[in-house]
């Protein structure tokens, strides 16, 4: 994937953008609002470690999401083999 940078005022224009754009631009809110979120709910966690066999299991599920979702779009296939392997 190619990241290109805006170099005028009307590539900012989000009327303007495709529907890829618009969907790897939500994508992108959605991870970081979830990462956030999942740091702090952990942090709070281990702040207040009162039972410490489950708040283990439970930090333990709770840090899959920021490990995974920054990974996500290196293990989504690309746009070009999605055509090669799915053209007729």
Do not use: G
Not at 1 to 18: C, N, P, Q
Request: aromatic letters at 8%.
């Amino acid at each position: 994937m190619k990241i290109e940078i805006a170099t005028s005022m009307d590539e900012l224009d989000l009327t303007k953008w495709d529907t890829r754009r618009i969907a790897y631009l939500a994508a992108a809110v959605s991870v970081v609002v979830s990462v956030v979120l999942s740091l702090h709910l952990i942090y709070k966690h281990l702040r207040n470690y009162t039972r410490p066999k489950l708040q283990r299991c439970i930090v333990r599920i709770i840090l899959m999401v920021p490990v995974r979702f920054p990974l996500r779009p290196t293990s989504s296939p690309s746009t070009v083999a999605h055509l090669f392997f799915c053209s007729e």
